[in-house]
């Protein structure tokens, strides 16, 4: 498919459990975004990797939060020790990274993880 | 206060009807306005993008910028039960988009 891929499409999980999802963006995006979207709080960035540039991470919630991005392509998002807050949607998106360009490239969103923390 | 307000609806239209869609913003900051489209469980995917005041026609759908005033909107003409999601508006300067709530929309046939 040519579009964002993430996986797994939901994911239910213990409070205090550990879980990992995953990111593959569209081949030749060399930017990468998360977001969380959540009922009372919208859509929230998250993350942002460009290249071998340092990610920015202003966006993690907490230190329970960290993803990293291998080879500049695929990214996995991981929350430890899981809290009921956590549970949203995490969505993935990519984009070609636009030189000079402020606002960076059009953004194109993956389908999400329904994460549930029970 | 939110940088992006967005009424979240829900809205409810007969099919034909012009939906009207709007948000309104605080950070002049801002250069980029864009409107996304959300079905459920689905992710966002990209309507319309503007970069300046005025306003953008694509097909059926219209996007107006009021830099000035802070507002952004979209129309959508002759509304169709396919219209029927969630329409995000989404602004940025730099790579973090900010996004209003987003609006539920209904098209009746």
């Known amino acids: 498919g040519a579009g964002v891929s993430q996986s797994p499409s939901n994911k239910v999980t213990e409070k205090g459990k550990d879980v990992e999802l995953r990111c593959d963006p569209i081949s030749g995006h060399t930017a990468l975004y998360w977001y969380r979207q959540s009922l009372g709080q919208g859509l929230e960035f998250l993350i942002y990797f460009q290249g071998n540039s340092a990610p920015d991470k202003s966006g993690l919630p907490s230190d329970r939060f960290s993803a990293e991005r291998t080879g500049g392509s695929v990214s996995t998002l991981t929350i430890q020790r899981t809290q009921q807050e956590d549970s949203a949607v995490y969505l993935c998106?990519?984009?070609?990274?636009?030189?000079?360009?402020?606002?960076?490239?059009?953004?194109?969103f993956g389908a999400g993880t329904r994460l549930s923390v029970l | 206060q939110k940088e992006v307000e967005q009424d979240p609806g829900p809205l409810s239209v007969p099919e034909g009807a012009i939906v009207s869609l709007n948000c309104t913003y605080s950070?002049?900051?801002?250069?980029?306005f864009m409107w996304y489209r959300q079905y459920s469980r689905k992710g966002p995917e990209l309507l319309m993008y503007?970069?300046?005041?005025g306003n953008k026609e694509d097909g059926r759908f219209t996007a107006q910028v009021d830099k000035s005033s802070k507002y952004i909107s979209l129309f959508i003409r002759d509304s169709q039960p396919s219209d029927s999601a969630t329409y995000l508006c989404?602004?940025?300067?730099?790579?973090?988009?900010?996004f209003g709530a987003g609006t539920t929309v209904t098209v009746r046939a």
């Open positions: 998106a990519s984009s070609l990274y636009v030189s000079g360009r402020a606002g960076g490239g059009i953004q194109y």
């Open positions: 503007t970069y300046s005041s």
């Open positions: 950070n002049s900051a801002f250069q980029y």
């Open positions: 989404a602004l940025n300067n730099d790579y973090k988009l900010s």
